[in-house]
């Protein structure tokens, strides 16, 4: 076993049976998914947080809230936005909140928790695409 692999914690095939899991049920397909409907469910000032322990689902969190607060895809060129779509909040953590290290002390499985939250506004939702960039 290479080096690299030995000092992870846990044992090394861990991380192939999570990948079989998360492909098997399409957790990342049902996450994406329940974001939409989950942030077009709140009402203004309403706010959702996410626990993410997993870095795929992490960035399509990520990637859903930054979407929600800028949907514009219009291209970098133009001087002002012509696509017409409106923001639907805001993002309240620019950085996801991490446990503490006291807390992993205490709790050995929170040390890849990652939180994150979103604030909705009064815009209205016209459904939304998130990609996994």
């Given amino acids: 076993i290479p080096m690299k692999f030995q000092k992870m914690e846990g044992h090394p095939s861990k991380r192939t049976f999570q990948a079989l899991r998360i492909e098997l049920n399409g957790e990342l397909r049902v996450l994406r998914d329940a974001l939409s409907s989950m942030i077009g469910s709140l009402k203004p000032g309403g706010r959702i947080a996410i626990i993410t322990f997993h870095s795929l689902e ?55 928790a990652k939180l994150r939250v979103f604030e909705r506004n009064d815009q209205k939702y016209n459904g939304l695409e998130i990609d996994f960039k």
Avoid: H, W, Y
């Avoid at 607060?69 to 953590?93: A, D, H, M, Y």
């Fill in 58 to 112: 992490d960035r399509i969190v990520k990637n859903a809230f930054r979407t929600a607060e800028n949907p514009c895809i219009c291209p970098p060129q133009l001087p002002q936005c012509v696509c017409g779509r409106k923001s639907l909040g805001k993002v309240i953590t620019r950085k996801p909140i991490i446990p503490s290290e006291e807390e992993m002390q205490e709790n050995s499985r929170s040390r890849s």
